[in-house]
């Protein structure tokens, strides 16, 4: 249904010409139109089986087509975020994906280059664990370099091209300001639990909010731990009491903030096309 709902889309010739922005009655002509459209997706998905739209925050729809109307020129910033392993990344690469085969310029920023430089505190307890152990919170928005953070994405809404840090993770802690280049693309896909800290949060566009169910997430975490960066289970474990704590204190509050609740264990080809077709409707206008 959603394939054919999407093909009618990509054949139909009843383009739509644009109104007139500079009229009162153009912008709200085109912001009922793209409102009347994602009603329909968010409808539409409402009825599935296994929807991936767990949530719509209610002035979503009204924000965002307002948004694309009167700011044309900015840059689409999307947020996501979400707690560990719940799936956040295999969404951004997802949609990184899909924006590329439309031949739209897309660019995917990760949140964690602007951790801290926290080397000279690893030196002095002797590794990171040490240093968790003796109470620093990695993940507290105080570990984050939010005010950089904050001017970095406000360059590139504006169409500004940045050099982000880059944090290594090799153990050292280390932070190199001003790393690699980071292109203003159209559309910009920003991953990371600081992309809804309070600092930050509504500098996006759209704000998505990945969740999956807590014996999922921890499977998927001791998975990675264990088999992917050879860390005990005992060692593991430990990390993920830390990691399931830490969202609960830093990220899940956030929830009610996003405008999309996503479900983390979705169907990818579904979203996908979901994606697409939400593409079409925003560029279904002859200029």
């Known amino acids: 249904m959603q394939q054919l709902t999407i093909g009618k889309e990509l054949n139909s010739n009843d383009k739509i010409y644009k109104p007139d922005f500079n009229s009162k009655s153009g912008r709200e002509l085109l912001a009922f139109y793209l409102q009347t459209k994602f009603r329909q997706i968010f409808l539409y998905d409402k009825k599935q089986e296994t929807p991936i739209i767990n949530q719509v925050n209610p002035d979503f729809i009204d924000k965002f ?25 295999t969404i951004c690469h997802e949609i990184k994906n899909v924006i590329e085969q439309l031949s739209m310029p897309v660019t995917v920023l990760s949140t964690d280059n602007y951790f801290n430089d926290i080397s000279a505190l690893i030196n002095k307890y002797g590794s990171f664990d040490n240093l968790t152990d003796n109470g620093y919170d990695v993940d507290a928005p105080t570990s984050f370099q939010l005010d950089i953070l904050r001017s970095d994405l406000e360059d590139l809404s504006d169409g500004l091209d940045i050099k982000a840090p880059m944090y290594l993770p090799n153990g050292t802690g280390v932070s190199v300001p001003k790393a690699f280049d980071v292109k203003a693309q159209k559309i910009i896909v920003v991953e990371g639990i600081a992309t809804m800290y309070e600092s930050v949060k509504d500098v996006f566009d759209i704000k998505i909010y990945v969740e999956t169910e807590n014996d999922l997430r921890k499977s998927r975490f001791m998975s990675r731990a264990v088999e992917e960066r050879n860390q005990s289970v005992e060692n593991a474990e430990k990390h993920w009491s830390y990691i399931a704590e830490a969202g609960e204190k830093y990220v899940k509050p956030f929830r009610k903030d996003a405008d999309l609740v996503i479900n983390g264990n979705s169907n990818l080809k579904y979203f996908a096309q979901i994606l697409e077709y939400i593409h079409e409707i925003t560029n279904n206008f002859q200029g």
């Open 65 to 89: 087509s307002r948004r694309l109307i009167n700011k044309p020129a900015k840059r689409l910033l999307i947020g996501v975020t979400g707690e560990s392993a719940s799936g956040k990344s």
